[in-house]
């Protein structure tokens, strides 16, 4: 399934992107998920599209590398839980 992305990632205080309305972790992960968790993800998209409706861009920041890693980290720490 395609990604959502529009290459206008901006990231608010609970790092959803205000240019695809994905999670950090969503984008960082996106190519290992099946088109199952593609398609949760897209009924989420239009839910926080509304949500966040007129934030203010002073309010976001580019995706830095460390939240990159950040991101990896958690992705891989909920992997191994759920395999204990």
Do not use: F
């Amino acid at each position: 399934m395609d990604s959502p992305c529009i290459a206008s990632c901006k990231l608010n205080a609970d790092k959803i992107c205000i240019g695809c309305y994905r999670h950090i972790e969503e984008i960082v992960d996106w190519n290992k998920r099946s088109d199952a968790e593609h398609a949760v993800i897209y009924q989420k998209l239009a839910e926080r599209k509304l949500q966040l409706a007129g934030t203010p861009a002073d309010t976001t920041s580019a995706i830095t590398q460390a939240e990159w890693q950040q991101a990896k980290a958690a992705i891989a720490l909920k992997k191994q839980s759920q395999l204990s």
